[in-house]
């Protein structure tokens, strides 16, 4: 691998790849085989270090790649070429600068493409002043466009980090609910601890669930109507939410199925869902759990 310090990874959510998708501080965009640990595509994303990436779909099913850089900025990639067989001679290609350097670290990327036609998909960014936003992305017209939600998860400023967090710094996250699409969980660094589920179709809060611990990662699973936040002491809390139905808004306190869970002895860095295995990760230590069928 060149000698490129690496800031942010994302594996391909397609089942039938091997790939993952590595933002470098040099501001490139590198694709690797899993399996072979060979880069099978590259590209110069960002004048400034890539701090997060994601796999998407856009449009009538093209494999895109969305990337930030530390300055805020965001763009999209169209992922194209390769075979079942091989994933040799694949282009990454820029369709468009969704959002111009504002300054602000991103924290957190989403796209939730849209499956009904005449509607278009949103995509998503959490920032590390405690904003999350979203935007449209339509078919066309691939150019800048305004945010058709901002939310101020901490209206006031926190002057000091927590001591939890000290050696990562400032947490925003939040992600599109793949059960709901009309909804979005998010959570940060708040007087607050608590994580907040949020229409941004009807642009109002529809519950809140408390936080023991401050959150550091964020991951809907795809399989199941679960949610894992991680937190800084090493636990990981489940969150079983209704599949099917509506969020029906109200303020105050959700009475949801929540399991805390202790899974590591320091601060978790990532969760993900696998299929059926939720993986972690902390600075030392790399984990996956089975969870329990129904």
């Known amino acids: 691998m060149p000698e490129d310090d690496a800031m942010c990874s994302a594996l391909s959510t397609d089942e039938s790849e091997t790939l993952c998708v590595m933002g470098h501080s ?17 590209v110069q994303a960002h004048h400034a270090s890539v701090c997060c990436v994601s796999f998407c779909y856009f ?12 300055d805020g900025e965001v763009r999209l990639f169209e992922l194209s070429g390769g075979t079942a067989e091989s994933e040799h001679q694949m282009q990454l290609t820029r369709l468009a600068t969704l959002r111009a350097a504002t300054g602000v670290r991103v924290h ?7 499956l009904s036609t005449g509607s278009c998909s949103h995509w998503l960014a ?14 066309a017209a691939l150019t800048p ?18 001591h939890e967090l000290a050696a990562i710094g400032w947490r925003c996250l939040a992600a599109f609910c793949p059960h709901h699409h009309q909804v979005i969980a998010c959570c940060g660094l708040t007087r607050e601890r608590r994580l907040l589920f949020y229409d941004f179709v009807q642009r109002q809060p529809l519950m809140a669930v408390p ?11 795809r399989c199941a ?15 079983s939410y209704p599949q099917f139905g509506a969020f ?3 303020l105050g306190v959700a009475k949801l199925d929540v399991v805390n869970i202790s899974l590591h002895t320091r601060t978790v860095n990532s969760v993900y869902f696998g299929g059926s295995v939720l993986h972690t990760a902390t600075d030392r230590e790399i984990a996956e759990w089975q969870l329990p069928s129904t």
């Open 211 to 221: 936080l023991p611990e401050w959150p550091t990662s964020l991951a809907f699973s």
């Open 225 to 239: 109507p679960l949610l894992a936040i991680a937190g800084a002491r090493g636990r990981v809390m489940l969150i």
């Open 145 to 162: 466009a305004d945010p058709i939600l901002t939310i101020e998860l901490e209206p006031e400023p926190l002057l000091v980090v927590a």
């Open 59 to 70: 449009r009538r099913g093209e494999r895109c790649i969305i990337s930030a850089a530390s």
């Open 26 to 42: 040099s501001g490139e965009l590198r694709l690797v085989e899993v399996s072979s640990l060979e880069v099978v595509a590259g």
């Open 108 to 114: 957190s990327l989403d796209v939730l493409r849209s």
């Open 248 to 250: 029906y808004p109200f």
């Open 126 to 139: 959490s920032s590390e002043h405690q904003q999350v936003q979203v935007w449209p992305l339509p078919d």
